[in-house]
């Protein structure tokens, strides 16, 4: 089992900057690939961005240049540092791990782009 907690959701303006946490507990050891999705409202969760073990990522490409996903492996944590927020950012940020078995989510954390 793997427990997954974000943080860093919140209010801001067209052009600021937030960053998001997620931090993993459980058998961490299991985890390869940890990632970042999004869901707004009446649309299909969509994934932004991913990250793997080795470091290797992966943007979905209306974020690429503004947001960078990061995991710190000491810490069992990954971040996703977002700049440049437009409104159709708004939505609801979900936490990812897939281990070779099972995918796990976290409870999600709600990013609002507005002025």
């Known amino acids: 089992q793997v427990q997954l907690v974000e943080s860093g959701g919140g209010l801001v303006q067209p052009g600021g900057s937030l960053r998001l946490s997620c931090a993993a507990s459980g058998s961490i050891f299991s985890i390869n690939v940890m990632g970042w999705y999004r869901q707004a409202p009446g649309k299909q969760r969509e994934l932004v961005a991913t990250?793997?073990?080795?470091?290797?990522?992966n943007y979905k490409g209306s974020v690429k240049g503004r947001f960078t996903i990061s995991r710190d492996n000491a810490k069992n944590t990954v971040y996703l540092q977002m700049n440049s927020l437009k409104p159709e950012d708004t939505a609801v940020y979900y936490c990812k791990a897939d281990t070779t078995v099972y995918a796990y989510w976290g409870q999600g954390t709600q990013v609002t782009v507005s002025s």
């Open positions: 990250i793997s073990k080795g470091g290797n990522t």
